[in-house]
């Protein structure tokens, strides 16, 4: 189709939609991105180049360990 885009800026496109307006999961939208990488491989046999896409990070985890005090009342 003349004018349409290529298929690695149509896939930046939808991952950076999934980024930023689907609220997924890193891990939904890292599985989305090699479900398609594998289709275009595997199937179209069209291996696709650059992808530069917003990711979504996994929030940070705030590890932390009872107090002192907290723990001498379990003793």
């Known amino acids: 189709m003349p004018g349409s885009p290529p298929s690695e800026q149509k896939l930046e496109n939808f991952l950076n939609d999934l980024a930023r307006n689907r609220n997924l ?8 991105f090699n479900a398609i990488l594998f289709f275009y491989k595997e199937v179209l046999r069209q291996p696709l180049k650059d992808i530069d896409a917003l990711r979504t990070s996994r929030p940070a985890r705030m590890r932390s ?5 907290e723990t001498q009342p379990l003793l």
Do not use: D, R
Request: charged share 0%.
């Open 25 to 32: 999961a890193a891990y939904t939208q890292t599985q989305a």
């Open 65 to 69: 360990a009872p107090t002192v005090p």
